[in-house]
């Protein structure tokens, strides 16, 4: 592949005047007329610009000792999954099909999810730092349907967040490949306040569930076809905070699909769950974000300040706008009961 220059400026540093900072740059309607400005290699802006159109960009993972890695991850998780891997007739989709957050314990997958081409590729074509905060390692496909990750995990200012999906083998048709909706991550950002919802303080299976319905909506109302990513190994994509994607049908379950997620966030902004939030009460269950480089708490932040404090340093309004927010201290919480009563 082309070079990935590993170093990361702001437009600022770059000499780019960008009016829009609370978008990421590949999100930004003025990305076009940007890029050319962002001293991109030819190989970021054909990035850049796929995930601007398409929502996705698939590009080689920029890692010489990729393939030692993949097989010596196969080898430690393997044997956690309570599959027989080595029998070719074994049903591989019995057992456990994910392992979340395996970096903390896997050296290998901790670099795949740290690799800092791939941090300083995302904080270039964002416009923020980047910084991973979760793994996923699949044996097999998931089978999950379309959805956006931004239900799950979601930033104010939004879709400051994306997901890198790598490879570990030659993906097979009959194995579950990953598909997606090409330019859906243009498409309406799902919220409880869209499917007309409360989410604060409820508990559901999964945050996608309640939107399951809607997302099936869209994509019969544009008469959406999904594409399938039959990738080689070590090819990896990109996948843009409100991309649609899912895993197809596993229609050959003695297959394996190995591969590793990883998902992103961008510094100086409120990391939050959507679906359990009710955005315009001011009511967010924020997350707790560690970054997988440093294992160092990235707190949450509203242009700089801490998010906390941004907010209570607001007007008289505010225990009432946005008092009782997921991570917010008691004495919030008691200013909101004295303004409601509750
Ligand atoms: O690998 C797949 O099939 C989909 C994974 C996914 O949706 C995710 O990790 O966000
Ligand atoms: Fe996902």
Known sequence: MGRIVATFATTQEMGVTNPLPGLPLIESPLFLTMADAMGLSEEEKRIGRDLFQQGYAVFDFPDADIDARIERIKTRLAPHYGVDFADPEADKTSGERRIQDAWQSDPDVQSIAANEAVIALLSKLYGRQAFPFQTLNF???????????????????????????????????????????????????????????????????????????????????????????????????????????G???????????????????????????????????????????????DGQLRPNLYQGQPAEQAFASGGSARAGSAGKTGGFGSKARRALRRAFGG
């Not at 090409?182 to 499917?195: C, E, F, K, T, Y």
């Not at 409360?198 to 008469?223: H, K, V, Y």
């Not at 966030?265 to 997350?287: H, N, V, W």
């Open 247 to 293: 895993g197809s049908a596993q229609n050959d379950p003695r297959l394996t699909r190995w591969s590793q997620v990883t998902h992103y966030y961008f510094d100086d902004c409120i990391y939050y769950t959507p679906a359990f939030s009710d955005e315009a009460l001011g009511k967010l269950q924020m997350r707790r974000i560690e970054s997988i480089t």
């Open 139 to 245: 044996p097999v496909g998931t089978q999950q349907e379309a959805h956006s990750d931004m239900v799950h995990f979601s930033s104010l200012p939004e879709k400051f967040m994306c997901g890198v999906w790598l490879a570990m083998e030659d993906i097979q048709p009959d194995a579950g490949p990953l598909f997606y909706y090409p330019g859906s991550h243009r498409w309406p950002v799902m919220s409880n306040a869209l499917i007309g919802r409360r989410g604060f303080e409820t508990s559901l299976n999964s945050a996608q569930d309640p939107f399951a319905e809607a997302w099936r909506g869209l994509c019969a109302a544009q008469n959406a076809q999904p594409s399938t990513f039959l990738a080689r190994k070590g090819q990896a994509l990109i996948w843009c905070a409100n991309l649609l994607h």
